[in-house]
Nanobody, 131 residues
């Protein structure tokens, strides 16, 4: 059974930085697309960033427009991803969730987003950005 454990959330002032970590266990994750979503109070969970498996040893990264240039998603190894968040804004305040879905090697961002609900989710980590 796949398990995802997030860490690294916290309280930070606007303009500050945080790094989130997600560690996966219970499977072999080389072909998985691993990424991050967030849910602000009273709002739906939305896409933040994801790795997209190329079918080989390369992983591409996709970002939501709202975080491009500020957030960086990196994959340390097959089972661990990081989300470096810089220049944080109060509107980045949310619970951040790690997600992992099986990749096909031909995924686009659209196909990944369509199957995230059937993937595995972590318990979430709170990020609060004060103004």
């Amino acid at each position: 059974q796949v398990q995802l454990v997030e860490s690294g959330g916290g309280l930070v002032q606007a303009g500050g930085s945080l790094r989130l970590s997600c560690a996966a266990s219970g499977g072999t994750f080389r072909s998985y697309c691993m990424g991050w979503f967030r849910q602000a109070p009273g709002k739906e969970r939305v896409f933040v960033a994801t790795t997209r498996w190329s079918g080989g040893s390369v992983y591409y990264v996709e970002y939501a427009d709202s975080v491009k240039g500020r957030f960086t998603l990196s994959r340390r190894n097959a089972s661990t991803v990081y989300l470096q968040m810089n220049s944080l804004k109060p509107e980045d305040t949310a619970v951040y969730y790690c997600n992992a879905v099986q990749g096909t090697g031909r995924d686009t961002l659209e196909t990944i987003l369509k199957k995230t609900d059937s993937g595995s989710w972590g318990q979430g980590t709170q990020v609060t950005v004060s103004s």
